[in-house]
Each structure stands twice: as structure tokens, then as C-alpha cells.
């Protein structure tokens, strides 16, 4: 694979902007100067993850990931570099030379071909069989929602989407890989045959998978891909790319058990709403639905499967502190059946008087035990103080306990001390947020942090840094690598600014390292003259290390009796020149 062009480089990330990158993946909220929003990399209840639209940076003061744009996409997308760049360029419209060296050969470019092949293959099916049509009409699909969702069908045959894609070109490892075929008793064949196709979207709107729901008997009525290196259930949501816009401007998202529940609603104008793929809610669903709403909404099925689901749930709630309330229908309906058999008017109330998930929780609770009992009492203060123990906000903290207290006829300050007494609680398996990064940083308050957050800050003091000071007055290793490149990537020294630093560096911990080192604040009324100072104090210092090494000198020299005349004028000079450094 050949080496993008520097220049190109360059102006690429200038014709990108980092706010509108990140806005394609979740909102971000004004902050002064900045844009906020949870950091999408770990797990967060207070936002501390800023985008600098006039540094064109990203820093999360949580976990310490940082970068430009190309590095946000790489990290949340998994792509490399050049497949970043690549895609950059073609939406700015910037030619790189000879792109077909630079395309890269991983599998996750073909991955996307296969998943989109297939999808393309199911629409046209649906378009071509009647049975086909006769049944999505009786479900009451209309066209529009067939066409907005790309909804398709594949016949009865066992080798049909195999059979065109082999033609295209793709191995059947490739289609294997790509969860699209298995193997059977008799050789390779389709993995969905004979079902109604959904083609499942990642937050960028690529097809990474489908369910597929059986249009006869046969079970299982629905089928989702197997997961993939690029496909995982417990962090993917259906329907979230089609719907986060409304969920963001609502501020609230509705989450339901399956993808034909998903379409009627949004038949019936409920168009914040996403699903799960046949899975619990995970703690990862939880951190991607905050990044975009304030309340979740949790719509089960009125039935006890629904009722064990959203209780399994409840946990992650109060670890994120998000703000959730559990809309549990009657029993027997789904969400599909009940807005189209009482409308979508009694739907909406449904969900103005679903009750907030501690408050589910308790009456879950007292209706498993006797809260007329002492024992009950126990039992339920016990299931309740668990999940308020997760709780960061200490005002919701205190309603909760009054709350419990009042429910259950009992003391709030026996509650509180039951509280207080609690261990904290792990996080559910297979779910613990990353930790923050625990670094050995340099110093960032010092000169030579100092300096080159002036440079980041305004570029143009490039220019008189890297004419005035040399690599060697860095002493600190990681200050003086910054610098270095910083005079690398100088033209007359002049230089393009941060971004464009960070798109020649590949190392996570530097990248990091930099974005916060940017992200400190500058008084920049007293820009100009905290930098001159800092220039100033930087160069003395290397006068005095200067002065140091002649003043060991002499004691060496007249250890020895040696001429010492030549280095005693040095010294003096040293000693003279350190006059032009007073501050």
C-alpha cells in the first residue's frame, strides 16, 4: 500500500470539519467555546468529553482519549488511517493519486460490499414475488416503511443469495465470514432462506447484519445474523441510524424488543424509537441511548418474558444515572398489536404514565413480598437500597430513600444508615466500563508545556519558537519529540497547526497526551506576552545548563593546573548574556 501525500493529508482534515464528524454519530451540546457530550470510548454519568471546533481537536477529560477527526473515526469505526482519509477525501471531494493503491484489502471494506450485495438482493426480491408483497401487506407495512427500511424477502431456495454473489466475485469463505452463508449436511447454503429480510444498520447507517422473520411455520420466527467481528448485539440497536435524529430533538427514546414492533410505530408517528436485536439491554446499549436522549422509555411486551427483561435491565440504570421509565403493557399485547387495536393516541398515554424504574422496581417488589410484614419490609428495603446504592446524584439518593420509606411505613433514617453501611456493587459481568487512563505524563504546567500550548493555540508563534529555541532545550522527552516534529512539519517555520500534528502521529498515549495538553486553558488577551516570557525563560535555561557545563569545566582545569583564560571568558559571556534574558 502506498503513502498518502502529506499535502493531501492536509487538505483533507482542512475540508473537514471535526463538529459535523461527531454530530454524525451522536449530538453534542454547546459548551462556551466547545461542544460536550459522554464520551463514546467509556463509561460516564457527567459529560467530559469536549470537541474544540477552533482547535479542530476532541479530548476526553474522563478516560484521556484524544485526537483530530481521522483519529475519532479510526478508534469508533476500527478503520485505518488511509481507509479514513480515503473516505474523508471523497466526501470533500479531494483526489488522492493513484486511490487504488491506496484502498486498503482488509476484509471489513468487503464485509460492507457483501452486507449492502445482499441487501440490494433481498429489495429486489420483494419487489418480485407476490406472495412476498401479499404478506407485508397483510401485515400492514406500507410502502413507504418498506422503502425507508429496505425491507426484503428471500425465496425458498437454498442458494440463491450464494449463487449471485459467487458470480460478483465473492469466495464463500467471504460470504461465511460475513454471516451470510453456514455450512450444511449437503455444502455451503444461505443461512436465511424463505423469511421477510431487515437489513440491521450501524450508527453510520451501513448494513452490518439482518433478521430475517419467517413468512410460514417454521421456526425460529426470527433469525438475526450470527455476530461478527463487526457485528455485535449487545452494543447495537435497531433502527438507531434512521431515528436519532428525531430521539435528539425529542430528547427522549422509546426501546422496544423487535424490529416489526419498531416499523409499526413508526407507521404511527412514534419515530424515536430503536429495538433490540434478541438481547437484554446492556450497559452499552444504555451509554449509546444517553449520548442522544435524556429519558429512555422501555416498552416490553405484556407478558412475563417482558416483565423479566425490563427488571434485568434496571440495574444499568442506576449505575449510568440515566433518567428511565418502564411502559409495561397488558398482558398479551405486544406494541405493534395494542397502538393497532386502541390507536396511537392511547399509546401516548401509555407512555406519559409509565412509571420511573425505581418506582417499578418497588412496586415489583412489594408485590413479591408482604410490606405488611417486618420481614417483607426487609426484603424490600433490601432490593431497593441496592440499586439507590448505585446512584452518584445524592439528591436522588435522598427522594429515593424518603420515597421507600413512605411506600414501606418506616424510619428514613433506619434506610439511610442501611445505605451508608452498603459496600459498592460490581458492575454487571462482562460490562465494567474501561477505566481512565493512569499515564505518566509530563509536566503540563511547565515552560515547555507552556510553550507549546501557545503553539497549538496560535500557530503563527511557530515561526519564532523554532527560529529562537533548539530541540535540546526540551529536556522532558515527550515536549522535545513534539517540538521536533513541530520544526519537521515547518515550512519557513510556519506550520499548519495541531491537527495536521496529530495526522503524522500514530501512538495513542502521545495523542492523548496532546489533546490535553491543548486542552488547558489560555488567557488569550495575555497570549502574546506569556509566550515571549516563556521563550525568554526557556532560553535562559539553556544558558544557565550552558554556564554549568563551563563552570565543571573550570574546576577540572584547575585540578590540574591547565590554562583556564579561554574558559573564564566563556563564563563571563555566559554571565553577560544572561543579562538579556531578565524577565
Request: proline residues 4%; contains cysteine.
Amino acid at each position: 500500500m502506498g503513502r498518502i501525500p502529506e499535502e493531501i493529508i492536509d487538505q483533507v482534515l482542512n475540508a473537514t470539519d471535526i463538529v459535523s464528524v461527531v454530530q454524525g454519530y451522536f449530538p453534542l451540546k454547546r459548551a462556551g467555546a466547545n461542544f460536550k457530550a459522554p464520551c463514546p470510548f467509556h463509561s460516564e454519568k457527567t459529560p467530559s468529553f469536549v470537541v474544540s471546533p477552533v482547535k479542530q481537536i476532541y479530548h476526553c477529560f474522563g478516560c484521556g482519549a484524544g485526537g483530530n477527526a481521522f483519529h475519532f473515526v479510526m478508534n469508533l469505526d476500527k478503520l485505518t488511517f488511509v481507509e479514513v482519509v480515503t473516505e474523508f477525501a471523497q466526501k470533500a471531494g479531494v483526489a488522492i493519486p493513484d486511490v487504488k493503491e491506496h484502498k486498503s484489502n482488509s476484509f471489513q471494506q468487503k464485509y460492507y460490499e457483501l452486507c449492502e450485495l445482499a441487501t440490494e438482493f433481498f429489495v429486489r426480491h420483494l419487489k418480485q414475488d407476490k406472495s412476498a408483497q401479499e404478506y407485508v401487506k397483510q401485515r400492514g407495512l406500507t410502502s413507504e416503511e418498506i422503502e425507508k427500511f429496505r425491507i426484503g424477502f428471500i425465496p425458498k431456495e437454498w442458494s440463491l443469495l450464494l449463487d449471485a454473489a459467487k458470480k460478483k466475485g465473492y469466495s464463500e469463505k467471504e460470504l461465511e465470514r460475513a454471516g451470510l452463508i453456514v455450512q450444511g449436511s449437503q455444502g455451503w447454503r444461505d443461512r436465511f432462506v424463505h423469511r421477510l429480510m431487515f437489513p440491521i444498520c450501524d450508527i453510520k447507517g451501513r448494513v452490518v447484519a439482518f433478521g430475517g422473520r419467517t413468512v410460514s411455520d417454521s421456526m425460529p420466527k426470527y433469525l438475526n445474523s450470527s455476530e461478527t467481528e463487526f457485528f455485535k448485539k449487545r452494543s447495537l440497536l435497531y433502527g438507531l441510524n434512521w431515528t436519532k435524529n428525531e430521539i435528539s430533538q425529542q430528547k427522549s427514546v422509546l426501546v422496544l424488543e423487535g424490529y416489526m414492533d419498531l416499523i409499526a410505530l413508526h407507521q404511527a408517528g412514534f419515530q424515536n424509537c430503536v429495538a433490540t436485536l434478541g438481547t437484554a439491554l446492556t450497559l452499552d446499549h444504555v451509554r449509546l441511548l444517553t449520548r442522544f436522549a435524556e429519558e429512555i422509555v422501555i416498552s416490553y411486551d405484556g407478558d412475563q418474558a417482558g416483565v423479566g427483561a425490563s427488571l434485568r435491565g434496571i440495574d444499568l440504570f442506576a449505575q449510568t444515572g440515566a433518567q428511565v421509565r418502564v411502559l409495561m403493557l397488558p398482558q398479551g399485547y405486544d406494541p405493534d398489536d395494542y397502538v393497532k387495536e386502541h390507536g396511537a393516541d392511547a399509546f401516548k398515554q401509555l407512555i406519559k404514565e409509565a412509571p420511573f424504574f425505581l418506582d417499578y422496581k418497588l412496586e415489583k417488589l412489594c408485590g413479591q413480598f408482604d410490606a405488611g410484614s417486618p420481614y417483607g419490609q426487609r426484603d424490600i428495603a433490601r432490593g431497593m437500597l441496592d440499586l439507590i446504592q448505585r446512584m452518584d446524584d445524592q439528591l436522588l439518593k435522598n427522594a429515593w430513600v424518603k420515597k421507600c420509606a413512605d411506600r414501606l411505613r418506616i424510619s428514613e433514617k433506619v434506610l439511610f444508615s442501611q445505605l451508608v453501611t452498603k459496600n459498592s456493587y460490581p458492575q454487571e459481568v462482562g460490562q465494567s466500563p474501561e477505566e481512565p487512563k493512569k499515564l505518566p505524563k509530563p509536566d503540563l504546567l511547565s515552560i515547555e508545556g507552556e510553550i507549546l500550548r501557545f503553539i497549538f493555540e496560535k500557530p503563527l508563534f511557530a515561526s519564532q519558537a523554532c527560529s529562537e529555541l533548539e530541540c535540546s532545550d526540551f529536556e522532558d522527552p515527550t515536549f522535545r519529540h513534539i517540538f521536533e516534529k513541530i520544526k519537521d512539519l515547518s515550512i519557513d517555520g510556519a506550520w499548519s497547526g495541531l491537527p495536521s500534528l496529530m495526522s503524522q502521529l500514530q501512538d495513542q498515549e502521545l495523542l492523548s497526551f496532546l489533546s490535553a495538553l491543548s486542552a488547558r486553558p489560555i488567557d488569550l488577551e495575555q497570549i502574546e506576552k506569556q509566550f515571549q516570557r516563556s521563550l525568554l525563560r526557556l532560553r535562559r535555561k539553556r544558558v544557565e545548563k550552558e554556564l554549568k557545563v563551563l563552570n565543571d569545566r573550570l574546576a577540572a582545569l584547575e585540578r590540574s593546573n591547565e590554562d583556564v583564560g579561554q574558559v573564564l571568558q566563556q563564563i563571563l559571556d555566559k554571565r553577560q548574556s544572561l543579562q538579556e534574558f531578565e524577565l
